[in-house]
């Protein structure tokens, strides 16, 4: 009996090594085969292999066309987000599972675009040719961008040009459904936005005082006077001042930064209020900011307020309620940083490096 203990003991071992090899390995990068006599090529963004942005380049591929459900757009402007350095280096190691042993399967990068409908498939029958459109598919670093006609895709508000449509998907969707579906915001509540400065902070200081809110913002001293701009009722510099050690108590948090510990974050909420964790700074190579996630599950049961993390999960619907708040001029986009296609390597160190205030977007004009 204790023979076969070893034995299996091993055995798992040996079944963990190998996981853990096969979700950390790195293969060498692929050759670029070019693109067939023939074949309608365009200019995109590409990574054959995992890791830092030297693996990221500007390529002639094949021409993306668009099947019968799908729409074809012609980009105008793209924007970059946390999402992609993440999957430009594989990390954290879990997301390998979907994105690929090794080496990435889809070698494309971008998500969030904003451009003008180029062709539809044969069942299209909400866009047009001509039409102006912004939303989120894979590839959107890139001349042009296929995405279902029932996927992330609407039309562009058109008191917004390409370059802040484009802003609007990953990171103001991430907003707005932290703060009305996980944090059930309504009017006269104290939210607290950590991290107010970044693309997610910045939309959600704007949508949460549209929703009627009374909004305290945590930046740093650079970015006081941008945060104020945009509507936050309150300030808060964190070089100068620890906000978990103040007497104001929130009945919602938005935290987009994870700087302070789950107990620190209780101290400054009310009895029954909210965390929603949407970022950290936890760049661990294996499961990286899940870890709240974790730790939210573990502490959730032995208090009162509710502590949750979340993913964002892009739909067409919500891009209609953000494209009427930003026709109203509830909310609007801010941008830090332009750069041209073939410089989204240096827009993805930039991003990378957690400084940005608002959006970094990508302009093909």
Known sequence: MTRLYKVLGIALVLVVVTLAWTL?????????????????????????CYGSAVVVKLEDIAKTAPADDRVLVKVSAASVNPLDWHYMRGEPYFMRALAGFGRPK????????????????KNVTRFKPGVAVFGGADGAFAE???????????????????????????????????????GQIHAGQEVLINGASGGVGTFAVQIAKAYGAKVTAVCSTKNV???????????????????????QHYDLIIDTVGTHSLSAYRRVMNPHGALVMVGSQDKGRWIGALSGSIRALLYSPFVSQKFIFMLASLDQKDLVVLSDLMQGGRVTPVIDRRYRLSEVPEAIRYLEQGHARGKVIVTLE
């Open 24 to 48: 950390s390995h790195n293969s060498a990068c692929g050759a670029a085969n070019g693109v067939p006599a023939g074949v309608l090529s365009m200019k995109a963004i590409v990574y054959r």
């Open 106 to 121: 889809d070698i494309r990068l971008g998500v969030d675009f904003a451009g003008t409908v180029e062709a539809v498939g």
């Open 144 to 182: 042009y961008v296929s995405v279902r006609e029932s996927g992330a895709l609407a039309h562009k508000p058109a008191s917004l040009t390409f370059d802040p449509a484009a802003a609007i998907p990953i990171a103001a969707v991430t907003a707005l459904q932290a703060l009305r579906d996980k």
């Open 225 to 247: 006077a941008m945060v104020q701009s945009i509507g936050a009722d309150r300030v808060i510099d964190y070089t100068q001042q620890d906000f978990t050690e103040g007497s």
